[in-house]
């Protein structure tokens, strides 16, 4: 399957400036909708075209995306700059990484009555979140990043040994909770983490789909997408 590389930086000229502050919102989680619904207009060509791209914004008006086609040319981007993605790996390349991250996992254990609680719904849980459950409530502020560290670490380890390589180093630069919910309403809440460090790659074959598909959950909200360049 042929992959694309595309960066994309949004249009600052009139009319585009006009409708910065509803294209690129202050507000955390006002700014993930409207960046989910932007990149959109770049692939949207059919109304039932599924999903088949990974994106990020980096907080400067640019967006980086990995798509199994072109992105579209429209006036609420510069000119997008698009290059093939087909990076030649062999086991033991070491490649530095940056990955923004909804990193969860299922836990297998849950009471009897929390099974109740929940039947029909998913069992999946924020890596970080189900390690703060257990924190007093005064001293979650004060664990929070200690807890993110760890919780990364362990999800980074069991990502690589299911999708073809380990992670040499993981430094956790942020972590916070993105409240989806539309007109003031709560809603799908994502946990999101921002790593950076340096993997190496054990198998090819298993890590390059996977770049493709991307690490986590919340992919539609800009997580997954893992950059990658080679260390030196």
């Not at 000229?13 to 770049?42: F, K, Q």
């Not at 087909?86 to 009897?112: E, H, I, K, M, Y």
């Amino acid at each position: 399957m042929s992959l694309y590389f595309s960066r994309l930086t949004l249009n600052r000229y009139a009319p585009t400036r006009a409708l910065s502050g509803l294209l690129d919102p202050a507000d955390d989680n006002a700014r993930a909708d409207a960046h989910h619904r932007l990149i959109w207009t770049l692939f949207g060509d059919a109304r039932d075209r599924p999903r088949d791209f990974l994106w990020r914004a980096d907080g400067r008006g640019r967006f980086f995306i990995l798509s199994a086609r072109p992105p579209l040319a429209n006036d609420l981007f510069c000119p997008p700059e698009t290059k093939e993605f087909a990076p030649q790996l062999a086991p033991g390349d070491r490649l530095l990484f940056s990955l923004r991250a909804n990193a969860t996992r299922d836990r297998a254990a849950v009471s009897r009555m929390e099974k109740s609680a929940r039947r029909g719904q998913s069992r999946r849980v924020d890596v970080v979140m189900d390690l703060l459950r257990d924190v007093p409530g005064p001293d979650r502020a004060a664990e929070r990043m200690r807890l993110a560290q760890q919780a990364a670490e362990g999800w980074m380890a069991r990502q690589g040994a299911a999708k073809g390589f380990t992670p040499h180093s993981v430094a956790v630069q942020d972590y916070r909770v993105l409240n989806l919910g539309r007109g003031g309403r709560r809603g799908l809440t994502h946990g999101v983490l921002d790593l950076t460090g340096e993997i190496e790659v054990t198998d090819p074959t298993a890590f390059l789909p996977a770049l493709a598909s991307g690490f986590g959950r919340a992919k539609a909200w800009g997580c997954g997408l893992m950059l990658i360049r080679r260390a030196r």
